[in-house]
């Protein structure tokens, strides 16, 4: 059982929290710089496999990410955003340098692994060179897109809503079970395994999002697994 790496006592620890956010922010650049400078592309080569097309990554003429891979990285951005969002607004718990790396290095694991598969010949999604209005031809990235937002959605207003129940000094105590809570028990949990999955999804195809699904819906489960994932919650 993997052991819970966030600290149970209530206090702020603020080279922590900058640590995190540091790395967090750090790994939007990252993934973004994996699509667009040929980093993924390159390591899947060098792993004797094959790499997509540089055309169908950027656009030839301005570099730009072509709008499958901007929406990858966009995803990757969403991420980061929503936990450091997370870390400032719902946490109450210390957030020690060590955890803080811990924690972000998984997060960009995962991320990093997504966007290695989005490039892979096998594993990608990419129609090849398209323009942003052809996202409208294509209901299974809408999809993709859809399930990510609301998985996000969840999970922040979940954590959201029961932060500001906690922040009420006659709920002392108390479990809470309103808002999105009521709809299920552990509801932020499953919000961050549905964006997940559908990025995974997103970036290379259903076999992984299935395979990502199926991962995180387990282990969340596990005693001290949100220590690794974005699920820093208020008790």
Request: proline share 4%.
């Amino acid at each position: 059982m993997p052991r819970d790496n966030v600290s149970r006592v209530k206090k702020t620890n603020t080279i922590g929290i900058l640590t995190f956010i540091g790395l967090r922010a750090a790994d939007s650049v990252f993934q973004y710089a994996l699509l667009q400078r040929g980093w993924a592309s390159s390591l899947i080569e060098r792993l004797g496999a094959t790499a997509v097309s540089r055309e169908m990554i950027v656009h030839v003429s301005t570099g730009q990410l072509q709008p499958q891979y901007a929406i990858i990285a966009f995803m990757a951005l969403g991420s980061s955003v929503k936990q450091i969002l997370n870390i400032l607004l719902v946490l109450e718990q210390e957030m020690s340098p060590s955890s803080a790396v811990i924690i972000a290095f998984f997060n960009t694991l995962c991320n990093t692994l997504n966007s290695v598969l989005s490039v892979w010949a096998v594993t990608s999604q990419a129609p090849g060179p398209d323009s942003f209005f052809g996202i409208f031809r294509r209901p299974f990235l809408l999809a993709g897109i859809g399930f990510y937002s609301a998985g996000i959605l969840i999970e922040a207003v979940s954590e959201l809503q029961r932060t500001a129940f906690k922040k009420d000094p006659n709920n002392k105590g108390k479990p809470y079970a309103g808002g999105l809570f009521s709809a299920a028990r552990h509801i932020n949990y499953g919000g961050y395994t549905i964006w997940r999955a559908s990025y995974a999804y997103t970036s290379a195809g259903w076999p992984w999002g299935l395979g990502v699904f199926s991962w995180f819906s387990t282990t969340s489960r596990l005693e001290g697994f949100q220590s690794l994932t974005s699920t820093f919650l208020a008790e």
